[in-house]
């Protein structure tokens, strides 16, 4: 039953599971775990005391996991509370799809839901049968760390942060454990220790694989394991402090104490309109800034710093604030109204605001616009024209905060319908420098060529810079300092992120003549619960707002969004309507005014299929996205078969390069040259095969052969001896026979005689060939299969590269340790 390694192994993949910790907010998972560790040790032990086949271990093992989960989460439905019953099956695969769907909702660390607790179980659990399998069933330790090193594999790719130091080393050592507890039980079965006049030694008097005969005394196997537990510290203090000690991979510091850990004076610096976003956005920290909690129908809009209204030819910045006593924001008196929101529809929004303590000198509070109050301590104002919520001596930072906004629902018609913009809106938002390049007005005149409203040429600008442009968000990208950047990004390299993105569509926009600004702030970041929101440093954002008569500034969404931009930018859905590339006329979706805004009366809110439509326009990608990361996708699945089908192939491939190299340097002498032709010079690759190399070459395969093939081997026999031993085993036909012979004379004579083989090289791989055709033949077909993909031979040479490798460290740690008394010596 091997009682001792089957709690090793339940040990290890619960120290391993203790990486996931930074996926979840409570520690429940945990004991979800540990009881799907119990189960499937349960079932593995009872599979191994009735002396099942080894698959059936792992049947077992799943289906003790199945007779738990049932009676944790499904017992009401059960038969007996735990026994699987159509009903309850029903019920699990119910929890499994709800905890998909809200595992691909929150962003880590997630709300401890049912169905997540239960997939957390099941995955665990899953783990733990396949170690059990391989490291007590099988006697493979070794490929037993796969599926433990898959679970770090879930945090590092969720989580920017990754695992913790401390999870990190208890899952290793929870594996060097294991290691070691298989091979103390491969040590004890050596039999008991024999003391002659020399030295004790080891007698194998009952066999590698059986215990010590009764009575007898096991041998002491202390120092080995105080070895081994040296070197297991060792190794994982080494692999802990080594990369904590390498400049720029440890972000926070040695062991998260440094600047940027959680428990010093971190500084998360916020986006600047005089500074590049570039810092925020590669920050490798992904600091949180803030949290908030939100009660918008239609999911949060974009938390607004500042307005930048000012483009001078090199940079967009905003002009300078006069303030005053009335722009004082007081608690329960409204803000100044958003200037040209006159007859869109809109509904209001409340969104409380907390921001970490971390934060240093945010002198402008993130809002969503249009805010109509603010309710916060300390001095804070207002701009009247661009309701930018700033304070002359505060910062936000540890500072909690309640706002009421407006939020403006438009739809295209609405958009395409405005027209005339009030002269001091032209004359501020529409100035463009004389300097700016004719190439760049020829472009905003091609792209937009044929579109006959300010709505469709925005949304051309937009589909140019998102789909059609060819352009490409690139955090490497230098930050824009020059008009000549600018021009460089949109005419040349096309290559950039955000705050070139809004840039230029904004510039684009006012040599159209449609009044616009550049905004920064944040994105919505991601949902960690209903309702409330985290926001990041990579969350910082930059995108353009233009102007539209009788709804005000509107948003729009020119940077890539998803895995190959900004990950969590939105495109609005009144940007996405269905637009010509072509040179004719628009179509009616970006055309035809709603019948609404005639009237100027607002209207209902679009619904949930209105919002999520699934256009032709820029964002129809990015909804249908939006609709797929909402149910199953194969692509991860898909990506960790072909890791594991890889994984598995590694010792097939080592077996071949082995052979391949075996023989390789018994290449026959290249043919002589040419008559009249110059002798080539003789080189060590073209000498003719060594005879005695040869045999020793086609010996050594053969022992792997018969390795693979789960025959035994014995090392003291003489060449003739195993040939006849293999001989009378197999029952060879003549052509095996002969084969056989051949290898082991070859062998004979390279070893105990001065001769010559008579065989040459190519005869004695031919042979090889034949011979192992035959171990091939007189085995089953689960030990051929186990002979191509996880060859013994292999195992067995990595093992002793890898005792090798460890015994030259040891020799170089005991030498330089005494370096020391060697120098006081001399």
Known sequence: MRIRMTAMAGVATLAGSLGLYPLFEKSGWFWAGFGAVLAVAGGGMLSRRLRLPAPMNLVFGLAALLLYLNLVYASDRAWLAFVPSPESLRHLGDLAGGGWQAAN?????????????????????????????????????????????????????????????????????????????????KVGGWGRTVTTHRRPREVPLAGADSPP??????????????????????????????????????????????????????????????????????????????????????????????????????????????????????????????????????????TEVRVRPEV??????????????????????????????????????????????????????????????????????????????????????????GSSTALAQAVRLQRWFTVDGGYTYDLSAPAPQHSNDLVEFLLRSKRGYCEQYAASMALLARILGIPSRVAMGYTPGSEVRPGEWVVRSRDAHAWPELYFQGTGWVRFEPTPAGAAGQGTAVTPPYSQPAVSTGGGSDSSGAQAPDSSAAGGEATAAPGAGARHRNDEGPGGTTTAQNDEEDGFTAVPWLAGTVLVLLLMGVPMALRMITR??????????????????????????????????????????????????????????SPRATARRLGELLELDAAGAQALTR???????????????????????????????????????????????????????????????????????ARLNDLPSRLRRK
């Open 360 to 449: 240093r000198n945010m002198t402008f509070l993130p809002v969503p616009y249009a805010p109509t109050s603010v309710s916060i301590k300390g001095d804070w104002r207002v701009h009247a024209s661009s309701l930018m919520v700033y304070s002359l001596r505060d910062s936000a930072g540890g500072r909690a905060y309640t706002v009421e906004s407006l939020r403006t629902d438009p739809t295209s018609g609405q958009l395409a319908a405005a027209a005339g913009y009030p002269d001091d809106i032209v004359a501020h938002y529409t100035a463009v420098p004389k300097n700016i390049p004719q190439e760049v007005r020829q472009l905003a005149e091609q792209v937009t060529a």
């Open 105 to 185: 909702r929150y962003a880590a660390p997630v709300p401890l839901l049912p169905g997540i607790a239960m997939l957390t179980a099941t995955g665990i659990g899953l783990v733990a049968a396949l170690v059990d399998l391989l490291a007590v069933r099988l006697h493979r330790t070794a490929p037993a760390g796969l599926p433990l090193l898959a679970m770090y594999s879930v945090p590092a790719a969720v989580r920017e942060d990754g695992v913790g130091w401390l999870a990190f080393g208890a899952g290793a050592l929870g594996f060097l454990g294991l290691l070691m507890a298989d091979a103390r039980e």
């Open 213 to 350: 005969a009764a009575g007898a005394a096991p041998p002491d196997a202390t120092p080995l394991a105080v070895s081994g537990r040296r070197i297991a510290v060792g190794a994982v203090a080494v692999a802990v402090l080594l990369p904590a000690a390498v400049p720029g991979l440890e972000p926070r510091g040695m062991f998260g104490l440094g600047d940027g850990g959680n428990g010093g004076t971190r500084t998360v610096t916020t986006p600047d309109p005089l500074v590049s976003l570039k810092r925020e956005l590669t920050r490798l920290d992904d600091s949180v800034v803030l949290t908030y909690r939100t009660d918008d129908p239609d999911g949060p809009d974009y938390l607004r710093l500042y307005a930048l209204d000012r483009f001078d030819g090199d940079r967009w910045t905003y002009s300078p604030l006069k303030s005053s006593g009335k722009d004082k924001v007081v608690h329960g008196r409204s803000l100044p109204p958003p200037p040209g929101l006159t007859m869109g529809r809109v509904h209001k929004v409340t």
């Open 660 to 717: 391949r190299r075996r023989w390789a340097a018994l290449a026959p002498p290249p043919s002589p040259p040419p008559p009249g032709a110059p002798p080539r010079p003789r080189t060590r690759a073209a000498a003719a095969p060594d005879p005695a190399g040869a045999a020793h070459a086609a010996w050594r395969e053969m022992r792997a052969d018969a390795l693979d093939h789960g025959l035994e081997w014995r090392p003291s026999d």
């Open 743 to 813: 290898i082991a004379r070859a062998e004979e004579l390279a070893r105990y005689s001065q001769s010559r083989s008579p065989e040459p090289a190519e005869r004695l791989r031919a042979d090889v060939r034949t011979v192992r055709e035959a171990f091939a033949a007189s085995v089953g077909r689960r030990t051929r299969w186990r002979a191509r993909l996880l060859p013994p031979s292999t195992m067995a040479q990595t093992r002793t590269a890898l005792r090798t490798a460890g015994d030259r460290v040891l020799d170089v740690t």
